[in-house]
């Protein structure tokens, strides 16, 4: 039974720069590994992706502030975070998927098929 498991969330100030990690119980290198975020009352969305071969992207809304990276060695997704802003509040949830185009995780959360249980941050 595979597990992501997020952590590293909290209440941040304006302008803060936090970095989230997600520990998955088996090797992530084989998989597309994302990060997508939920607001109060709004739908999910993806935030950036890391596909196989090392390509990043990420939403318009976070590039250039938000940084996606993965250490194989310890199975471990992490997303630095920059300069953040209060409409950066949301439950952030670290995703996976075996589906080619990587990209898609951006577009649509529901590309990703395994998700962990979130961690929350706060922008104030």
């Known amino acids: 039974h595979v597990q992501l498991v997020e952590s590293g969330g909290g209440s941040v100030q304006a302008g803060g720069s936090p970095t989230l990690s997600c520990v998955a119980s088996?090797?992530?290198?084989?998989?597309?590994m994302g990060w997508s975020r939920q607001a109060p009352g709004k739908e999910r969305e993806g935030v950036a992706a890391?596909?196989?071969?090392?390509?990043?992207s990420y939403a318009d809304s976070v590039k250039g502030r938000f940084t996606i990276a993965q250490d194989n060695g310890k199975n471990t997704l992490y997303l630095q975070m920059n300069s953040l802003k209060p409409e950066d509040t949301a439950m952030y949830y670290c995703?996976?998927?075996?589906?080619?185009?990587?990209?898609?995780?951006?577009?649509?959360?529901?590309?990703?098929?395994?998700w962990g249980q979130g961690t929350q941050v706060t922008v104030s």
């Open positions: 995703a996976r998927s075996e589906n080619p185009g990587c990209l898609l995780g951006i577009i649509r959360a529901s590309y990703f098929e395994l």
């Open positions: 088996e090797y992530t290198r084989d998989y597309c």
């Open positions: 890391l596909d196989r071969d090392g390509t990043t």
